[in-house]
T-cell receptor, first 114, second 114 residues
């Protein structure tokens, strides 16, 4: 079985400060990990993914995420938050042994205040 | 090129009626996914297709739900004898393949069962 946990329903940061949105996962095989963002009244958009290789992956809009195998985590980060980053963020995992099914976390609402 | 499209964008139906939701994936994408998103909740996996085959139907909530895909392209999700708990946003996504490929989401169909 595969699962994803996003332990924080809500993350609040001030504009210009660094942000972190947390994600932990559980899979039987190797994980394929993804972050998606849902802006208000817009569809889900892909941000970045980890498949293999370098543990630090960079994606759209200045976001990056660090894969940590020992902690089974894939936290989303950005060095300097923008008000326009305010949105709902989803972490998702696929197990390499069952590569068709994706399991999504419950989402974290990020609010960046000016 | 065109993204994933879904129709209708909104559907209001009476309890007990059948509904059909349509998804047009990105051209050339072999994998297609259906999810359900209830208000303020995460994404619930329903089913995925690889070509016209559905290797994993484990997420379908009951036998009232069914889906098909024809010609490796358009997919239809059918809900028979709708219930109020079926009210949600139904999201479709497609990807070039399964496993390592990110998903591209449609705008969703908001289903309201009265």
């Amino acid at each position: 079985a595969q699962s994803v946990a996003q332990p924080e329903d809500q993350v609040n940061v001030a504009e210009g400060n660094p942000l972190t949105v947390k994600c932990t996962y559980s899979v039987s095989g190797n994980p394929y990990l993804f972050w998606y963002v849902q802006y208000p009244n817009r569809g889900l958009q892909f941000l970045l993914k980890y498949i293999t290789g370098d543990n630090l992956v960079k994606g759209s809009y200045g976001f990056e995420a660090e894969f940590n195998k020992s902690q089974t985590s894939f936290h989303l980060k950005k060095p300097s938050a923008l008000v326009s980053d305010s949105a709902l963020y989803f972490c998702a995992v696929r197990d390499s042994t069952n590569a068709g099914k994706s399991t999504f976390g419950d989402g974290t609402t990020l609010t960046v205040k000016p | 090129g065109a993204g994933v499209s879904q129709s209708p964008s909104n559907k209001v139906t009476e309890k007990g009626k059948d509904v059909e939701l349509r998804c047009d994936p990105i051209s050339g994408h072999t994998a297609l996914y259906w999810y359900r998103q209830s208000l303020g909740q995460g994404l619930e996996f329903l089913i995925y297709f690889q070509g016209n085959s559905a290797p994993d139907k484990s997420g379908l909530p009951s036998d009232r739900f069914s889906a098909e895909r024809t010609g490796g392209s358009v997919s239809t999700l059918t809900i028979q004898r709708t219930q109020q708990e079926d009210s949600a946003v139904y999201l479709c996504a497609s990807s070039a393949g399964t496993g390592k490929d990110e998903q591209y989401f449609g705008p969703g169909t908001r289903l309201t069962v009265t």
